[in-house]
């Protein structure tokens, strides 16, 4: 074992005293350290006031400086990263460290009491009044999720040259069997008569109906025989079809009988909706006209109520009224057989844009037009009180003209604007506000007229509403609007008894004042048009032998001795004006189509 000598140990002691005695000196002379200042926020805020003064003389309960120092920073980091409530532990004694705990915990537990007291009282009150209003604006309804979906390709119309003419008609008119569509022709007008099952591309050389020498303006079918078609036209008259069972093979240019009466271009034809051969026109000369078809005369005549263009007319359900929209910016109800104005309004859409009006089927009547901003409206309006409407709403600004569909069974109106790509829809209920908004559909293309389907010719099995033709530059595209049900069923609130092909008055009848509602049918079997309804004897009924009957009663009245004779030679003269007529029709066809061929060889000659 290895012994330091004695005076080397002592020297080691001393050294050993007088550094400790120096470091011992230093301690008292330095200055006490200033605590970080997060450390002086902690101690200043957080302590209790009746912490004494003996808690602070307990130096063995506290750690270095530095050390806390330290360990208050992170955690100051800490509260400033997390957002969160750090209790600095270890920067206080642990007694203290309770009393700030239990401090912070009352303090915050009183402020949440504070800013929870004023809604205790909210959860026994009653629903506001603006909740209420809130809950109304999403009312129940079967149609509210009614969606429109367009077929595919290969069930659309193609290559279908579809007319240009500016006025604003639908250029469609469609029925269970038939659609028919306003197409471009040279050397006159003509229009397409398509069967529901011919679809696809249509051919060029695809036979017209071209007997009108100007353009086709607008078409409707009779809603009591599918196969008879009326059309308006810019040659100043009014012609009836009859479409053969399975459609046109050749140019049908002979119609059934030509109404003569305008003295302007024809753009409005329609239908009675429940008497036999009853029609409406409308034309450029402000005059409207009632048609007897069976005999091709004008029964009434409308020519002083209408002080410029007539934009649209319409019956009401029954057809004893009729309700038109003029250029005046008035909104008429006339009685045509007493040939009266029942109801007007001036200025019921004060924009200078064409307007419509419809009759629904409670009498009130619906109308779309522009307002003074050129933003489009629609209105709701009752006869008897036609000076304020009973309910208006604005929807845009588009300057597309409105075209209403309405649907009688569901009192839902469609809206399909010219030159839109959108359909909307809305349900007319007697509660406020009366015109409910349901939905849109929307597709990429603008329209350029659409045909709108009666309740018998839709598929009762798929839940379809409604079914619309899309007219596009060259194609023909069907829209259906389904209501989503999961039942197989026949759906019996969807389809109440509809309106039926069977007139509920003869021509004769209702023009001596005679009134009839529509006679409804069940769709609950579907409707089957065609021959269960034997359609060529009910043309010769209609259209033949009431054309013989016109001279029949002339006679009685001029030669009552000689009735027969005379009889058949009115019905031969008849037959030959109208063969002279058709001749030169066919004439001054032939005569444009050979100037057109004349100046296309002398362009080729030069």
Same mark, same amino acid.
């Given at each position: 074992?290895?012994?330091? #000598?004695?005076e ?12 400790f005695d120096?470091?011992s000196e230093?301690?008292?002379?330095? *200055?006490?350290p200033?605590p970080? !200042?997060?450390?002086?926020?902690? !101690? ?5 006031t009746d912490?004494?003064a ?11 400086v530095h ?5 208050t ?6 509260? !400033? ?5 750090s =209790?600095h ?10 009393r700030?705990?239990?401090f912070?915990v009352?303090?915050?537990?009183k402020?949440?009491d504070v800013?929870k007291k004023p809604t ?14 809130i809950?109304r604006v999403v !009312?129940?309804?079967k149609f ?10 290969? =069930?659309?119309? &193609? ?9 604003d008609s639908?250029f ?8 028919a569509i ?12 398509l069967?529901?099952? +011919?679809?696809?591309?249509i ?9 009108h020498?100007?353009p086709?303006?607008?078409i ?6 599918d196969? @008879? ?5 810019d040659?100043?008259?009014?012609m ?11 140019p049908?240019?002979? #119609? ?7 003295s ?9 909706p429940?008497?036999r ?14 048609w007897?078809?069976g005999?091709?005369e ?7 109520m209408?002080?410029?263009v007539?934009?649209? @007319? ?9 309700c ?7 909104v008429?109800v006339?009685d045509p057989r007493?040939e ?11 924009g ?13 009547v619906?109308?779309t037009?522009?307002?003074r ?9 009752n006869?008897?009180?036609m ?20 649907d009688?069974?569901t009192?839902v109106v469609?809206?399909?604007g ?13 509660e406020?506000?009366?015109?409910h ?5 929307s ?18 099995n ?6 619309? /033709? ?8 069907p829209?259906?609007?389904? @209501? ?6 026949? =759906? &019996?609130?969807?389809y109440p008894?509809?309106?039926g ?5 003869e021509?004769?009848?209702w023009f ?5 509602d *529509?006679i409804l049918i069940?769709l609950k079997d579907? /409707? ?10 009910v043309?010769?009924n209609?259209?033949e032998?009431? @054309?013989?009957?016109?001279p ?11 009735? +027969? ?18 001749l030169r ?6 005569d ?9 060889v002398?362009?080729?000659g030069?």
């Open positions: 074992m290895r012994t330091e #000598p004695r080397m140990r002592h020297g080691v002691r001393e050294r050993v005293n007088l550094d120096m470091q230093l301690s008292e002379r330095a *200055p006490e200033k970080h !200042r997060a450390a002086e926020r902690v !101690r200043s805020h957080t302590l209790p912490t004494s003996e808690d602070f003389n307990d130096v063995s309960q506290y750690k270095p050390k806390l120092i330290k360990e920073n992170l955690k100051h980091e800490n509260v !400033r990263h997390h957002r969160s409530q =209790q532990s270890e920067a206080k004694p642990e007694v203290s460290l309770e700030v705990s239990s912070k009352s303090q915050m537990k402020a949440f800013t205790e009282p909210c959860v026994e009150r009653k629903p506001s009044p603006k909740k209420d209003m809950r !009312r129940a309804s509210r999720h009614v969606f429109g979906q367009a077929l595919k390709n290969d =069930q659309c119309y &193609d290559d279908i040259r579809v007319s240009r003419v500016t006025w639908s469609c008119a469609v029925n269970p069997k038939f659609v306003i197409v471009e022709a040279s050397g006159g007008g003509a229009f397409l008569v069967p529901l099952l +011919k679809s696809g591309r051919d060029k050389a695809y036979p017209t109906v071209c007997g020498t100007g086709v303006l607008d409707d079918w009779c809603p009591h025989n196969h @008879v078609i009326a059309s308006g036209s040659d100043c008259t009014v009836v079809w009859q479409i053969p069972e399975n459609g046109l093979t050749l049908m240019a002979e #119609p059934v009988v030509v109404l003569e009466g305008h302007k271009r024809v753009g409005i034809v329609a239908w009675h429940t008497a051969n009853v029609l409406l026109s409308a034309g450029g000369d402000n005059v409207v006209i009632v007897n078809v005999t091709g004008a029964m009434i005549t409308l020519d002083d209408h002080p410029d007539i934009f649209s @007319v319409s019956w009401s359900r029954n057809g004893a009224l009729i038109t929209a003029c250029k005046d910016k008035k008429r006339i007493k009266q104005i029942v109801a007007e309004k001036d200025k019921a859409h004060e200078a844009r064409p307007m419509r009006a419809i009759f629904l089927a409670d009498g009130n619906f109308t037009g522009f307002s901003m050129s933003e489009r409206q629609l209105a709701l309006w006869p008897k009180a000076d304020e409407p009973i309910t208006v709403h604005e929807m845009d600004t588009s300057n597309g003209v409105l075209l209403p569909f309405y009688a069974d009192s469609y809206l399909c010219k030159g839109d790509s959108s359909i909307r829809y809305f349900e007319i209920t007697e406020a506000p009366y015109v908004y349901l939905n849109t559909f597709s990429k293309e603008p329209q350029r007229g659409m045909g709108y389907m009666p309740k018998r010719g839709l598929d009762v798929k839940c379809e509403i409604a079914r619309f /033709y899309k007219l596009h530059e060259r194609k023909c595209e829209i259906i609007m389904t @209501v989503p049900r999961k039942s197989d069923l026949f =759906q &019996d609130d969807l008894d509809t309106a092909p069977d007139p509920a008055v021509a004769d009848d001596e004042g005679k009134n009839g *529509p069940s579907g /409707y089957i048009p065609g021959k269960n309804r034997d359609l060529k004897v043309k010769k209609i259209l032998a009431k @054309v013989a009957k016109k029949e009663g002339t006679v009685t009245e001029t030669k009552p001795g000689s009735p +027969k004779p005379t009889v058949q030679n009115e019905a031969k003269m008849e037959e030959l004006l109208r063969e002279v007529k058709s029709d066919m004439v001054t066809l032939q444009r189509r050979i100037a057109k061929l004349e100046e296309q002398a362009k080729v030069i």
